[in-house]
């Protein structure tokens, strides 16, 4: 008999869905002005953290070349950068998440291996026909892709009079 696992609350609170806030820079996929630096701000108010001040004042930072000139982007607009310290802190956080699912994962197929297992073949037999139909439109946009390529050949090996005529 398979044994049911409790999904923890923290999980759960992961998994409900919020309305998407407007546009903003983000990092790691999250809003770098609304969540991340009032987290962090909350963290150093409860003496989990020590970011510098600086770094929460001023998140985004010009980024620089090796010899210290303001880097530009391909669109001539200056490149930005977060803040060393404020960066590495987000660093830690996706890392400990990452670590995080990844033993909730665990202790879900220990405690319930069937059951995982099952999910498991009951989404590969879900995604058959969705994959099946990708290979397909892969298949046939290569063979048009090569179908105007060899035409672009033919016509490139043209002289000019000829093309005009064609």
């Known amino acids: 008999m398979a044994t049911q696992v409790r999904t923890p609350a923290y999980i759960q609170t992961l998994l409900k869905q919020t309305p998407k806030p407007q546009a903003a820079r983000k990092v790691w996929s999250v809003d770098l002005e609304n969540v991340w630096v009032p987290f962090f701000i909350a963290t150093n108010v409860a003496g989990a953290t020590s970011i510098p ?96 390529a060899q035409a672009e050949a033919i016509v490139e090996g043209q002289p000019e009079a000829e093309q005009v005529a064609a």
């Open 53 to 148: 001040s600086e770094d929460l004042g001023a998140p985004l930072r010009l980024a620089q070349t090796k010899d210290g000139q303001v880097r530009f982007s391909q669109n001539a607009r200056p490149s930005l950068r977060v803040a060393p310290q404020l960066n590495d802190a987000i660093t830690g956080v996706r890392e400990n998440f990452i670590s995080t699912l990844v033993g909730y994962t665990g202790q879900v197929m220990k405690a319930n291996a069937e059951g995982y297992k099952a999910e498991v073949e009951k989404g590969q037999k879900a995604a058959a026909p969705l994959m099946a139909a990708m290979a397909h439109d892969l298949s046939e946009a290569t063979k048009a892709m090569d179908a105007v």
